[in-house]
């Protein structure tokens, strides 16, 4: 019923600059907010950045002052602007969405399939 994609994972030199996205569809009723994460290989799954419906962010400490989250919210989208990236920045990165379907109860966790990003020196 909902699904979640992103979208612009690929290539990019250390020190350069990617751009992801990430549309979350179906039925919707609200959106509580959306999240940016990552693994590596041989690590766990870490957050990058959040955004909530009225637009408040957070960065884990690593990407602060690098990437800039930010959303459409009429689109149900948001992106990751991926500035000045190092080789560990490379991960598979996902998009998840915290979401109802029904116009009461708790948001419910949604995840993308990934995108990987392969920084290179």
């Known amino acids: 019923q909902v699904e979640v994609m992103e979208f612009g994972g690929g290539s990019v030199q250390a020190g350069g600059s990617r751009n992801l996205s990430c549309v979350v569809s179906?039925?919707?009723?609200?959106?509580?907010?959306m999240a940016w994460y990552r693994q590596a290989p041989g690590k766990e799954r870490e957050l990058v950045s959040s955004?909530?419906?009225?637009?408040?962010?957070k960065y884990t400490e690593s990407v602060k002052g690098r990437f800039i989250i930010s959303q459409e919210a009429d689109k149900n989208t948001i992106y990751l602007e991926m500035n000045i990236v190092e080789r560990e920045d490379t991960a598979v990165y996902y998009c998840?969405?915290?979401?109802?379907?029904?116009?009461?109860?708790?948001?419910?966790?949604?995840w993308g399939q990934g995108t990987q990003v392969t920084v290179s020196s």
């Open positions: 998840s969405a915290d979401v109802t379907t029904k116009g009461w109860g708790a948001c419910t966790t949604y």
């Open positions: 179906g039925k919707i009723f609200s959106k509580c907010s």
């Open positions: 955004i909530t419906f009225d637009g408040q962010t």
